[in-house]
């Protein structure tokens, strides 16, 4: 069997949508379910649409996403070179062997006759008026300078049938097909043209892209039936829909959240549950399991079991993958990933990081939401007094300083300032008084925090905030009473 290889074929046009990040991660998978070759090919033959700086936001994103490629710009391989540009003198001598043979011809119309007949027949397309010029008449043009293109001869009778893998057999009435240019004026090819040309001389087996190119794929077709080679398998993917306000679904666009890869890590998603959830975005696995790391994808990804249905990116499903990411990782693991948003907003101030991280763990979904959750720890927020009430905890404005200045002189007192110390002491506080625990937790947890939701209960928030600074929060909460 032939060995499959894949390429993954960016136009370095700008930011990593998650579409494109979706084709590149299908690609490999393909590749590497099935022992073959992922390969890296750079498509920048559309010199005006190219955008600075882009090639290494692919680059990047394929490092950070773990999609590590076989061939490329950067690492070479037998099929090189990997970008259009370096490859541009290769494609002349294809369309020069299809005119030989009579399957493409050279066009001289001017642009002129071409906006004229544009105007005259419109959605008609070319007319096809060089297709048959008497070669007397070629060999004058030629003699003579005149700049052409070279176009394909398209049959203009029956039909053309191909195959995708995702969406089935599709026809097209050949009428309806124009006869494509190969060749520019300048003498490099179309995008179109270079793409089959690359596609087939690196040996390409499974080309994988998005739906919206599907209908060009009968013209690439005829391009490989014209030159006798084998088709490669087409994998086109089902199109990314964003949920609207009222409830409808529209092709996935910023307004909709963010749609790039690197906007999605900065709004605190991890590359590993963008990855799964991107390669849950359109296909789906013989069983209900949802959590898959790259290797396992590698073992059970098949194309048979990609959808051609539109699927819908969720951003709540994405942040809930994201939570069981964060999970899964150790205390140690999950500190490290929160200490540049605790460098950020802490700035220089010191904290017991990993005590900090360890009443973060189960509750985080994103690493954005941190600074929101520990703000109190920075400062405590202006709060109300109505605060210390609470029904669940039994306080009122009765109890609440009696409570208060209970737990203020037992802590005041405590040896040494553990989580389990203070524990202890909150726990023997509420049997001694006779009332429930969180009758003298609430209280205590209200004036260090000054807020009713917080990550951690008293005991965690108090051993952090350390000795002083809680018993000066418990003073100044005791002082709202007067
Ligand atoms: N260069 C094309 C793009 O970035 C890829 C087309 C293809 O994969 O065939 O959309």
New binding site residues.
């Given amino acids: 069997m032939m060995k499959v290889r894949t390429r993954y ?3 370095p046009t700008g930011f990593m949508h998650v579409g494109n990040l979706r084709t590149a991660l299908y690609e490999y998978l393909i590749a590497k379910s099935q022992g073959g070759s992922f390969v890296l090919r750079i ?1 920048d033959t559309d010199r005006e649409r190219l955008v600075e700086g882009a090639v290494d936001v692919i680059y990047n994103t394929l490092k950070i996403a773990g999609l590590k490629h076989d061939e490329g710009p950067d690492i070479g391989g037998d099929y090189g070179p990997y970008v259009q540009s370096e490859r541009k003198d290769m494609y002349l001598p294809y369309a020069m062997k299809l005119i030989e043979e009579g399957k493409a011809y050279r066009c001289f119309c001017s642009k002129e006759r071409l906006e004229k007949i544009q105007n005259e027949n419109v959605g008609g397309g070319y007319d096809r008026h060089c297709r048959d010029l008497p070669q007397e008449e070629i060999d004058r043009l030629l003699a003579e300078g005149v700049p052409y293109v070279i176009r394909q001869k398209m049959p203009t009778e029956g039909s053309t049938t191909f195959v995708d893998a995702v969406f089935g057999e599709i026809t097209v009435d050949n009428s309806e097909l124009q006869d494509q240019i190969l060749i520019k004026t300048d003498g490099y090819p179309t995008y179109n043209f270079a ?1 089959v040309i690359d596609d087939h001389t690196m040996g390409i087996t499974h ?1 994988v ?1 998005g739906c919206e ?1 599907l209908s060009s794929a009968p013209k690439y077709n005829l391009l490989y039936e014209a030159f006798g080679w084998e088709v490669p398998t087409y994998v086109h993917l089902p199109l990314i829909m964003g949920k609207n306000e009222d409830g409808s679904v529209s092709k996935l666009s910023k307004r909709h959240g963010a749609t790039g890869f690197e906007d999605l890590l900065k709004e605190g998603y991890l590359p590993e549950a963008i990855i799964n959830y991107i390669a849950l975005l359109g296909w789906c696995p013989a069983d209900n399991q949802e959590i898959f790391s790259l290797k396992e994808l590698e073992q059970v990804f098949s194309a048979d079991r990609i959808s051609k249905s539109p699927s819908v990116f969720d951003y709540d499903k994405l942040t809930w993958f994201n939570g069981e990411y964060i999970r899964r990782m150790s205390l140690e693991e999950f500190t490290e990933h929160c200490m540049p948003y605790y460098k950020e907003f802490f700035g220089d101030k010191e904290m017991p990081w990993e005590k900090l991280s360890a009443i973060l763990h189960q509750r985080v979904t994103k690493f954005t939401q941190i600074p929101e959750m520990v703000d109190f720890f920075k400062e405590i927020p202006e709060y109300d007094v109505s605060m210390f009430v609470n029904k669940k905890s039994k306080t009122n404005m009765e109890n609440a300083p009696v409570m208060l200045k209970a737990v203020y002189d037992k802590l005041s007192s405590l040896e040494s300032w553990t989580q389990e110390a203070i524990h202890d002491a909150l726990i023997s506080l509420a049997t001694e008084l006779g009332v429930k625990n969180g009758t003298v937790m609430w209280p205590a947890r209200i004036s260090v925090a000054g807020k009713t939701v917080t990550p951690g209960g008293a005991v965690e928030i108090l051993d952090i905030l350390g000795r002083e600074e809680s018993l000066k929060r418990m003073e100044a909460g005791l002082a709202k009473f007067e």
């Fill in positions: 074929a960016p136009s498509e793409n080309v892209r190119y």
